[in-house]
T-cell receptor, first 111, second 112 residues
Framework: KNQVEQSPQSLIILEGKNCTLQCNYTVSPFSNLRWYKQDTGRGPVSLTI?????NTKSNGRYTATLDADTKQSSLHITASQLSDSASYIC??????????FGAGTQVVVTP | DTGVSQNPRHKITKRGQNVTFRCDPI?????LYWYRQTLGQGPEFLTYFQNEAQLEKSRLLSDRFSAERPKGSFSTLEIQRTEQGDSAMYLC??????????FGNGTRLTVT
């Protein structure tokens, strides 16, 4: 069973609208949580990285939250743009340095 | 520096042939990783180098797979006697201590 579960698997949103992606994990011990954006046919690009002591981190229109007690994270996209269409991958780092990748949420932004 | 570079971008090969991929990491990064990604899934860890030393290999890395990083700079991933199940995107990433992974754009392998 994957230790990093993402939901929804995919979603379609209208340009300009907001959306929130979820990531639940069971990785323990926990070191950090990262969100990556992966455009089709490209490698993932880092959006945010949070340690267990951080609750929120922003990168432009992307805001990630972390609740280390419930082992949940979310990625909020504000005022979506067509260029936000991509797969968003949640990656959890264990204290031993190993990274566990989620399967990603495929976001499609339509005009 | 233009980031992590991978070559070729695409490779089509017949079952049973050998293939080799190359990764040039960001020059100041001493850590290099290989991942495999299939459609609709996140990357799966294959192997990890710190400088020229291969420190970890996944159970996914069968005897047909071998990776090298001579002199701690570029790395190669070779797959011998390819099978159709090897078809995937092969991603390389590099990092330094405390930095996030920087991925290349991958090599897409199709085994026919």
């Amino acid at each position: 069973k994957n230790q990093v579960e993402q939901s929804p698997q995919s979603l379609i949103i209208l340009e300009g609208k907001n959306c929130t992606l979820q990531c639940n994990y069971t990785v323990s011990p926990f070191s950090n949580l990262r969100w990556y954006k992966q455009d089709t046919g490209r490698g993932p690009v880092s959006l945010t990285i949070m340690t267990f002591s951080e609750n929120t981190k922003s990168n432009g229109r992307y805001t990630a939250t972390l609740d280390a007690d419930t082992k949940q994270s979310s990625l909020h996209i504000t005022a979506s743009q067509l260029s936000d269409s991509a797969s968003y991958i949640c990656v959890v780092g264990g204290s031993w340095g190993k990274l566990q990748f989620g399967a990603g949420t495929q976001v499609v932004v339509t005009p | 520096d233009t980031g992590v570079s991978q070559n070729p971008r695409h490779k089509i090969t017949k079952r049973g042939q050998n293939v080799t991929f190359r990764c040039d990491p960001i020059s100041e990064h001493n850590r290099l990783y290989w991942y495999r990604q299939t459609l609709g899934q996140g990357p799966e860890f294959l192997t990890y180098f710190q400088n020229e030393a291969q420190l970890e290999k996944s159970r996914l890395l069968s005897d047909r797979f071998s990776a090298e990083r001579p002199k701690g700079s570029f790395s190669t991933l070779e797959i011998q006697r390819t099978e159709q199940g090897d078809s995937a995107m092969y991603l390389c990433a590099s990092s330094d201590v405390g930095s996030p992974l920087h991925f290349g754009n991958g090599t897409r392998l199709t085994v026919t």
